[in-house]
């Protein structure tokens, strides 16, 4: 299974823009709908919030945008809130399932 | 609404085995593909495999291919994961997730069961 690469941590102010970025190969994050975005509070359920790269699902704050170029998926929290702070996973589906390493979002 | 309810947490010895489950309600239980998860202390995601709740289909990745055992029970709504030969590496929460079909996204999870393997 090919590794997909996100940076280890991510650090904001509130009301900013941060980007956590999720490096694969072409066979893999190169197929945008089968890529996912998952949210995880400390002690919690993961939660999804992007799909098929670029989609929220009902609910998810408008606030979480996804994006592709070439084979990094990227998830671009808006606004950042204190609710933020938590752990995030990009996923992504090429025979299987890998998710990536995750990234712990600081808010300042 | 939706809801995946699993077992307790386990405390299990070295070479022993584990059986967790997931009740499924508030939909069709066959229309779904349900996924294993893990997440070792501290670490991340690690995907495990899955299964077609009609027990038709059931697939594990290279790691635990030979050590998990993915079944499903129609009559109660409930599949199960069963990993052998633990070890201490073992020890995480495990969580059964659901996939809408053919959508590659884990839309509901339960809410995980510790399994501890401990001398």
């Known amino acids: 299974q090919s590794a997909l690469t996100q940076p280890a941590s991510v650090s904001g102010s509130p009301g900013q823009s941060i980007t956590i970025s999720c490096t694969g190969t072409s066979s893999d994050v190169g197929n945008h709908n089968r890529v996912s975005w998952y949210e995880q509070h400390p002690g919690k359920v993961p939660k999804l919030i992007i799909y098929e790269g670029t989609k929220r699902p009902p609910g998810v704050s408008n606030r979480f945008s996804g994006s592709m170029s070439g084979n990094t998926a990227s998830l671009t929290i808006s606004g950042l809130q204190a609710d933020d702070e938590a752990d995030y996973y990009c996923c992504r589906y090429a025979s299987n399932y890998v998710f990536g390493s995750g990234t712990k979002v600081t808010v300042l | 609404q939706v809801q995946l309810v699993q077992s307790g947490a386990e405390v299990k010895n070295p070479g022993a085995s584990v059986k967790v489950s997931c009740k499924a309600s508030?939909?069709?239980?066959?229309?779904?593909?349900m996924h294993w998860v893990r997440q070792a202390p501290g670490q991340g995601l690690e995907y495990m495999g899955v299964i077609n709740p009609n027990g038709r289909y059931s697939s594990s990745t290279q790691k635990f291919r030979g050590r998990v055992a993915l079944t499903t029970d129609t009559s109660t709504s409930t599949i199960y994961m069963e990993l052998s030969s633990l070890t201490s590496e073992d020890t995480a929460v495990y969580y059964c997730?659901?996939?809408?079909?053919?959508?590659?996204?884990?839309?509901?999870w339960g809410q995980g069961t510790l399994v501890t393997v401990s001398s």
């Open positions: 997730a659901r996939e809408p079909p053919n959508s590659f996204r884990f839309d509901s």
């Open positions: 508030g939909y069709t239980f066959t229309s779904y593909y």
